[in-house]
């Protein structure tokens, strides 16, 4: 639990981790075409792959990539030389515009999971402490187990609930 409270240190994580994406779906896409820049081509497969990465190593719901209007709104604001390719800055930049909902919702789901989950999960224990036969195997588990417990039932309802739909 303290490992992941100190990977929940907010906007600066979130920014190192899309950095990280943002630095290596760059490189690879600009390996593989050998251009400085992105085209447009270029930019939609690399969406794809940010927002792969995204769904694979951060926490929360998978997140549908964004239509190629969109991608195209979104680059009409970040290409700042107007030269039609993103270079490095301007990529990284568009990463951020694109993905800045998104991370709303990882935030949303990270603070349910860590914040509310334990806090429920003592309110219930006390609760339960006056129910006949329950009340006292309750009493018996520490409260660090019953709350990892209850967070771990909040997770699994949560991924339930995205498998789902």
Known sequence: MGQILDRFHG?????KQVECITD??????CNQTGRPTLTFDDLYIAVLLVFNDINKYLPGPHFDPPSKEHILDIVKECDINLDGGLDREEFAKFIQKLTAETFVVISQGLLLTLVVAPTLAMATKR????VPHVGKVVQKVPNSI???LVTLAVVWIQQSQQEAL
Do not use: L, M, P
């Not at 609760?127 to 006056?130: I, N, Q």
């Open 11 to 15: 906007k600066e994580w979130k920014k």
């Open 24 to 29: 290596r779906v760059y490189d690879r896409i």
């Open 146 to 148: 019953f709350a990892s």
């Open 127 to 130: 609760a339960t402490e006056g």
